[in-house]
Structures are given as C-alpha cells and as structure tokens.
C-alpha cells in the first residue's frame, strides 16, 4: 500500500514539475516533426510593450513581442535579465520538436537559474493571464513549484493548449520563427525528453529588448 501511495505521488511530482525538470513531456527527436506556417501573434490581442530581438548563433534572428500588462511580472523580470546581459552567451538545452525549445540556463542542463525567482502569472496560481501556448509563444519555465520562474523560458514550436493556466506565457514570436524550426529540426537530442548535450546546444548570441513605440 505505501509502495503504491509513494508511485501516484512521484507521477504527480513528474507531471507539475515537466517544463523545468523534463519529466512527462511529449517525446521528441530532430526532423520527425514537420511544423510550419505563422505564430499566433496576429490573434493575441494583449497590449505589446516591449520588442525583442534573440539572436542564435549559425541560425539567425527571432523577433519577439511582449505583452506586458497581461504578465508584468514576468516581463519585468525578463527584460531586466536581457538588458543586464545575462542571456547572452547562454544556449538552448532542451528542445523537442513539434513541442518547444528552452533556454536562459547557465547551467546549461535544466536545473540553474537567475538568483531571483518571480510570482507564477497563470491561472492555477491565482493569477489570470489571458495568453495561450500557441505556436511562437514565449513562456517561463519552471519546477513544480508554482512560484520558482527565473531566468529559463521556452518558445512554443507548436500549439500545446494542456500547458494553459499552469505556465506564464508573456511574448510571442512576429518574425523569425523559421530558426526555431531549424533549430527543432537540425539540432540532435539524446533522449526523448529533448535533452541536447553541451556541444550541440544552439548558442543565444543576446537577447536585447526595446520598449514599444505605444508605451
């Protein structure tokens, strides 16, 4: 009976915790899913603050927006990590194609971080946040606690409407979400989690960030 109770807890564990740890996440190898077409910036009608330029070594340029009254906390703390510099040089680790890419780790393997940690902006937090995980969104990676977002972020290769309510999506991808298909496409992982060893992780030249001509 403990044995039993001791398995359903580490299952829950594993599914709350899968963005930052990588437990529980569709599986995924380069090139078996083919995903194309725009992101859904032109359907999110949130107020855009902030304008991101990501540039990815070997790969070129992904612009992003942000939408800051929708997730401020979350914005906040992002371009604040830009505009200091702390992306820059930083990769990303994890990547499953059809699925999504993170990065923003200077450990480089999931588990590092920022030295600050964010309140969660999503609905299973208390937090209403109106942005959906749609293909090109940008949203917080985190570990099963609800409030542990600090640096780590991924960006939606495609739509995955189960992670709605439980991770705060803050941006969204305008131009340049053909690099996030070559990097799901071309970069090799080792497993099905999407783990990508040191040598072959896509190298985030900078992240600089703007605010928009509407603030």
Known sequence: MIIGIVAVLLVVAAALGFILSGNDTPAGQPGTVVVSGPTAASAITEKITHNVVIEVENYGTINAVLYGEAAPITVENFVKLANEGFYDGLTFHRIISGFMIQGG????????????????????????????????????????????????????HDAAPHLNGAYAAFGCVTEGIEVVDAICQNTPVTDGNGTVQKANQPIITSIRVTESAGE
Do not use: Y
């Open 105 to 156: 780790d200077p450990k480089g393997n999931g588990t590092g971080g920022s030295s600050e940690t964010i309140k969660g902006e999503f609905a299973q937090n208390g937090v209403s946040n109106p942005i959906s995980h749609q293909r090109g969104v940008l949203s917080m990676a985190r570990s099963s606690m609800p409030d542990s977002a600090s640096s780590q972020f991924f960006i939606m």
